[in-house]
């Protein structure tokens, strides 16, 4: 069975900050995707990001980067100079392409709440 | 502009009561889902439908069924509310296809069962 396992509960950092939240999967499958999405405290998850598991480039959008390192099951984000609207919920989902047919299941993790403090 | 929107954003209701929660989509999604939000635990699926009157259940089902009519709207329905059922319910769409579609989330239904 697949598994998101996001390890930090909560972050808290002060603004320009830089912060990282920590992201590891569990998956048998050798074709997957991740995706981070961001909860703002309006409740609406947002996409932010999808990686196939055979692109390991990192990716940069502006303050924003993730780092997927496969031979470590992770898939790390990195806010850089964070500000207060930074402030949010953040989830690393993981979908397998071949699970029984539910193909468009995706497995969460608990979640990051990162506090970005003036 | 993609569109995913739920008939309430808070919801009281009493113990006992059947509840129903609406989502609309106005992307033509085939797929739908609905999930619970609970502090420390993350999302969960509770059922999920991947086309009209379709319908398979999720990760936590019990005491929740759904019905799906038309194309556009995911209906989730407690049968007898009970307090642990208070929660946050997300709706979410997306196109029929690879895994790699990501999903859109609705805003969210706080409900609380008294």
């Known amino acids: 069975a697949q598994k998101v396992t996001q390890a930090q509960t909560e972050i808290s950092v002060v603004e320009k900050e830089d912060v990282t939240l920590d992201c590891v999967y569990e998956?048998?499958?050798?074709?997957?995707?991740l995706f981070w999405y961001k909860q703002p405290p309006s409740g609406e998850l947002v996409f932010l990001i999808r990686?196939?598991?055979?692109?390991?480039q990192n990716e940069i959008s502006g303050r924003y980067s993730w780092n997927f390192q496969k031979s470590t099951s992770s898939f790390n984000f990195t806010i850089t100079a964070s500000q207060v609207v930074d402030s949010a919920v953040y989830f690393c989902?993981?979908?397998?392409?071949?699970?029984?047919?539910?193909?468009?299941?995706?497995?969460f993790g608990k979640g990051t709440l990162l506090t970005v403090n003036p | 502009d993609v569109k995913v929107t739920q008939s309430s954003r808070y919801l009281v209701k009493r113990t006992g009561e059947k509840v129903f929660l609406e989502c609309v989509q106005d992307?033509?999604?085939?797929?739908m889902f609905w999930y619970r939000q609970d502090p420390g635990l993350g999302l969960r699926l509770i059922y999920f439908?991947?086309?009209?009157?379709?319908?398979e259940k999720g990760d936590i089902p019990e005491g929740y069924s759904v019905s799906r009519e038309k194309k556009e709207r995911f209906s989730l329905i407690l049968e007898s509310a009970s307090t642990n059922q208070t929660s946050m319910y997300l709706c979410?769409?997306?196109?029929?296809?690879?895994?790699?579609?990501?999903?859109?989330f609705g805003p969210g239904t706080r409900l609380t069962v008294t």
């Open positions: 979410a769409s997306r196109p029929a296809g690879p895994s790699s579609y990501e999903q859109y």
């Open positions: 998956t048998r499958d050798t074709t997957y995707y």
């Open positions: 990686r196939n598991s055979f692109d390991e």
């Open positions: 989902a993981l979908s397998e392409v071949n699970s029984g047919g539910s193909n468009y299941k995706l497995t």
């Open positions: 992307m033509d999604h085939e797929n």
């Open positions: 439908s991947y086309d009209v009157k379709m319908k």
